[in-house]
């Protein structure tokens, strides 16, 4: 089955830069979707159709896409932005979705 | 103001029944899918499955085919998630969420989940 690849944790301190990338074959034909997820809460939605950025959603939130791999930088972090974010994106078909292994940001 | 409304927790016994509900406001239920995510303790997000409400087209993830039902009631604006035999693994944090679409040119489409309901705890315990 098809898997998209983000690495367990990054690390960062206020006001720097965090970059979570994820990866799979289908990115290339398929759009990526990035969400956001406190403890004890729903995912949010943070960034689709690979860079745009739903309203309400801090400008620092940022997405872009090269080949099979994805990236949401945050730029400026906050101690607000630790949290769990998951990429998610289709098969190659489109028909069947799937959300990345997940990312735990950590603001030191 | 959109939203979807989730049924409480539950505890349960393995080998019951259990049927949990998404009820949408807001919005023209039956002109969005609604997609079923599954989330284990302490682990990450899973996708289930999706239902349009209009027609209830149903589509399944490979890996929960055959291990739940997902189906809808639109007079109700609701939408469910039913298993016939609960195991000790189907213990988790059950999302539902509402895919919205977008156009992005040249007849292509492309979809996000948009609304999100808070969730229903299913916890599957002898």
């Known amino acids: 089955s098809y898997e998209l690849t983000q690495p367990p944790s990054v690390s960062v301190s206020p006001g720097q830069t965090a970059r979570i990338t994820c990866s799979g074959d289908?990115?290339?034909?398929?759009?990526a979707y990035w969400y956001q997820q406190k403890p004890g809460q729903a995912p949010v939605l943070v960034i689709y159709?690979?860079?745009e950025r739903p309203s309400g959603i801090p400008e620092r939130f940022s997405g872009s896409s090269s080949g099979t791999t994805v990236t949401l930088t945050i730029s400026g972090v906050q101690a607000e932005d630790e949290a769990d974010y998951y990429c998610?994106?289709?098969?190659?078909?489109?028909?069947?979705?799937?959300f990345g292994t997940g990312t735990k940001v950590t603001v030191l | 103001e959109v939203q979807l409304v989730q049924s409480g927790a539950e505890v349960k016994k393995p080998g019951e029944s259990l049927k949990i509900s998404c009820k949408g406001s807001?919005?023209?239920?039956?002109?969005?899918?609604i997609g079923w995510v599954r989330q284990m303790p302490g682990k990450g997000l899973e996708w289930m499955g999706i239902?349009?409400?209009?027609?209830?087209?149903?589509r399944y993830s490979p890996s929960f085919q055959g291990q739940v039902t997902i189906s809808a009631d639109k007079s109700i604006s609701t939408a469910y998630l039913q298993w016939s035999s609960l195991k000790a693994s189907d213990t988790a944090m059950y999302y539902c969420?509402?895919?919205?679409?977008?156009?992005?040119?040249?007849?292509?489409?492309?979809?996000?989940?948009?609304?999100w309901g808070k969730g229903t705890t299913v916890t599957v315990s002898s």
């Open positions: 239902i349009y409400p209009g027609d209830s087209d149903t």
């Open positions: 807001g919005y023209s239920f039956t002109s969005y899918w």
């Open positions: 159709k690979d860079s």
């Open positions: 289908a990115l290339p034909k398929q759009y």
């Open positions: 998610q994106s289709a098969d190659s078909s489109g028909t069947h979705y799937v």
């Open positions: 969420a509402r895919r919205s679409r977008g156009y992005s040119g040249y007849g292509l489409y492309y979809y996000y989940m948009d609304v």
